[in-house]
């Protein structure tokens, strides 16, 4: 069974950092498309991040674009977000996504809360 697990999540500062991991088993990780969605209270989800199963390519929402960076060691088979410069509006559940390009399957990790306050 595929398995996502998010891990990096917790309560910051604005202006902070903080760094998501999301820890991927129970398949070939580097045939997985990976993405970073978050959904704020009262909100829907929102792609916030998404590189390739290759790690070549990389795009970002507009609000968190020169803020937040994806990436991915699939010798660990791990992909990261990398959150700096966090905004109160950055509040949210942070959900690791894995999209097998070969199935077009795909799977949900169960989520990390994410909150920036003073």
């Known amino acids: 069974q595929v398995q996502l697990v998010e891990s990096g999540g917790g309560l910051v500062q604005p202006g902070g950092s903080l760094r998501l991991s999301c820890a991927f088993s129970?398949?070939?990780?580097?045939?997985?498309?990976m993405s970073w969605y978050r959904q704020a209270p009262g909100k829907e989800r929102e792609l916030v991040a998404h590189i390739t199963s290759t790690g070549t390519n990389t795009n970002y929402a507009d609000s968190v674009k020169g803020r937040f960076t994806i990436s991915r060691d699939n010798a660990k088979n791990t992909v990261y977000l990398q959150m700096n410069s966090l905004k109160p509006e950055d509040t949210a559940v942070y959900y690791c996504k894995g999209l097998n390009v070969i199935t077009r399957n795909d799977y949900w990790g169960q989520g990390t809360q994410v909150t920036v306050s003073s």
């Open positions: 129970g398949f070939i990780f580097s045939n997985y498309a």
